[in-house]
């Protein structure tokens, strides 16, 4: 089992997907997120480093349209960079996330817009995401996470995967605008974790130090 999915399960499915990414910086609560659209888990508790990728499936209604969503966690870190571009090919949306108690995740949002640019589809349906809006430690505000969504043509919100704030709508905002523009390009499952395999098998190599710093946790 993996993910939650046996692999009769997997073998079985053949239907198509509609693949979405939620991309950032290390620890701005992507597996969080992730965690509580596609299970409704309450995420306050910490969670490891993701390493590499991970994906949930989530089927959806949206306009009368039954729409199922292949939800792909990403890691931020550097050493997985590379996977993770690789796997911009066929998404059709992208959730970009950013820590509103952490600058930097915000200052490196540029940086992932060129990665997506040269990377994903054209027609990809992208938002700005700023989750922790929960936190008393903020220090991006919202009006700076607006503008710079504005300035962009991007649709924007805050979230809190913690105390589920605005999780569900802005999955299903990014899904609606999917629905209108936009086919299935995932794949079937089985391909999917197939590729999902191909991949973390370049990670089987980390050392016992380098896994010891990747599982240290932090708060959603």
């Known amino acids: 089992m993996m993910n939650g999915f046996d692999d009769d399960d997997l073998r079985k499915s053949s239907q198509s997907l509609y693949k979405v ?23 306050e508790m910490q969670t490891k480093a993701t390493l590499g990728l991970d994906f949930r499936v989530k089927t959806i209604e949206v306009d009368g349209r039954t729409m199922k969503l292949q939800l792909w966690d990403t890691s931020g870190q550097e050493r997985f960079r590379s996977m993770t571009r690789s796997y911009y090919r066929g998404a059709v949306g992208i959730l970009l996330t950013y820590d509103v108690t ?40 919202t009006e700076t996470g607006s503008q710079f969504a504005i300035q962009r043509n991007l649709t924007f919100f805050e979230t809190s995967a913690k105390t589920n704030i605005n999780v569900n709508n802005a999955f299903e905002t990014l899904a609606q605008a999917m629905a209108a ?40």
């Open 181 to 220: 523009n936009s086919r299935p390009r995932a794949g079937t499952m089985q391909e999917s974790s197939n590729r999902l395999n191909r991949a973390l098998s370049s990670t089987a190599h980390l050392s016992s130090s380098e896994k010891q710093q990747k599982s240290r946790c932090s708060p959603c």
């Open 21 to 43: 990414l939620i991309v950032g910086e290390t620890n701005v609560g992507k597996t969080c997120l992730l965690r509580r659209y596609s299970e409704g888990t309450s995420s």
């Open 102 to 141: 952490q600058e930097k995740t915000f200052r490196t949002l540029n940086d992932w817009l060129k990665d997506i640019e040269r990377n994903a589809p054209e027609d990809v349906e992208l938002i700005i995401v700023g989750n922790k809006c929960d936190s008393d430690a903020r220090v991006i505000a």
